[in-house]
């Protein structure tokens, strides 16, 4: 394994994901406010990030089959030019008043986010297996510079522009092409000079393994999770009487604790075991829920959205991780893309059901949401860890 090599692609790959969320978190400042400055039915406004969601789930599977074709560089710049179109047609949209042509281009932008996605796993191709999970714990902490870069992006985008909002999609587009210059660096082999022959097994018997079900789960409730409580939690604090500066102060402490811890997670993951910080995200989830459900005072609302982020990270993180071992090196690209699937269309439902359950019902009834599925997925992580510590000692008795 080339050492300069597995380093040199998670540092390509940690400045590729900073542009990727930074362009997706301006999309969340500013998709909702465009929506409702464009929509005559206001009760649409979200529609546009909705659609952002949905065309990430959309585009993982076709996604990943490109990239076992074409390899990960050429696939990923595919991705950054679908991303400049969508969000060039978004900004003409801003310009022309025209909300469904606004909407399109929030699709055609998801489609790229199911591209990026893949750049965790990017960084663990050529990583030497005790290095996989720092590659992608490493990749996913480039989410911190978009934390801080976004909202100040975003102003400026605003100020300078003629039309309002509209200079946000236009930064985008450059974002977008300032993305594929970075990955014309990225050392990942063609699919062929890695020599694979064939597709591996068949995506069933790949699906049906404990560690499969388990890392997919993991994916899916944590992710699913976050986003339903995230996307709910500024509008339950400015419904509690607090201001959108309060609400602002605590998703400030939700995106670091989704995005600092990864600058250690994979260190983690190595002392403990993947499947014990996974277990430890769960309980962090439930730890969210918890403290949500305390009380609604502004420090109560920003522990349980810090507990969030941390359990995401973990989970999420590990899950990720763990997918790795389910699969062979000819067989990832199709296993990945099934993942994703799963994990971003959990995230497409809980983006549509979110603001609904808080509407319809209440904050609590958000939490009370969640927490079965995190539940489940405790379980389904703790029933591994028993069963793997059980073929340990079977082995270990056998042999003695």
Excluded at 32 to 40: F, S
Excluded at 113 to 127: C, L, S, V
Excluded at 241 to 255: E, K, L, T, W
Excluded at 340 to 357: E, H, N, R
Aim: proline share 4%.
């Amino acid at each position: 394994m080339n050492l300069s090599r597995e380093k040199k692609n998670v540092a390509v790959l940690f400045v590729c994901q900073a542009l990727f969320i930074t362009i997706w978190t301006m999309m969340t400042i500013v998709g909702g406010l465009t929506g409702a400055a464009l929509a005559t039915n206001k009760a649409l406004a979200t529609l546009p990030f909705t659609a952002m969601i949905i065309g990430n789930a959309m585009a993982t599977v076709p996604a990943a089959l490109l990239m076992k074709r074409v390899g990960r560089r050429a696939g990923f710049m595919v991705g950054t030019a679908i991303c400049a179109a969508g969000a060039a047609i978004a900004a003409y949209a801003v310009y022309g008043g025209d909300f469904w042509l606004f909407v399109a281009g929030g699709l055609i932008m998801g489609i790229f986010a199911g591209f990026a996605q893949f750049y965790r796993f990017a960084a663990a191709d050529t990583a030497s297996p005790r290095f996989k999970s720092r590659a992608i714990s490493l990749v996913v902490a480039g989410g911190l510079v978009a934390a801080v870069a976004a909202p100040g992006l975003t102003e400026w985008a605003n100020e300078i522009s003629p039309v309002a909002f509209a200079g946000s999609f236009v930064v985008m587009a450059g974002l977008a092409a300032l993305t594929s210059a970075v990955l014309a660096i990225l050392d990942i082999p063609q699919p062929e000079a890695l020599g694979y022959g064939h597709s591996g097994r068949p995506l069933p018997q790949i699906i049906r393994q404990p560690v499969f079900v388990v890392a997919a789960l993991g994916g899916m409730v944590s992710y699913g999770a976050m986003l339903l409580v995230m996307t709910a939690s500024p509008l339950a604090i400015v419904a509690c009487g607090y201001d959108v500066n309060d609400a602002a102060f605590v998703i400030q402490g939700h995106v670091v604790g989704m995005f600092a811890p990864a600058l250690f997670t994979g260190a983690l993951i190595e002392r403990f075991g993947v499947l014990n910080i996974m277990l430890t995200g769960v309980v962090l989830l439930m730890a969210c829920a918890a403290i949500a459900l305390s009380g609604i005072d502004i420090v109560q609302f920003w522990l349980a959205m810090l507990a969030l982020g941390l359990g995401w990270n973990f989970a999420f993180i590990g899950a990720s991780t763990l997918l790795t071992e389910s699969y062979t090196p000819e067989e990832r690209e199709k296993v990945q893309g099934i993942n994703d699937f799963l994990v971003f269309s959990t995230v497409a439902l809980a983006s549509l059901s979110s603001g609904a359950i808080l509407h319809f019902f209440s904050w609590n009834a958000v939490q009370w949401t969640v927490l079965p599925f995190v539940a489940v997925s405790g379980a389904a992580t703790l029933w591994l860890i028993l069963r793997r510590r059980a073929e340990r000692q079977a082995v270990a008795t056998g042999s003695g």
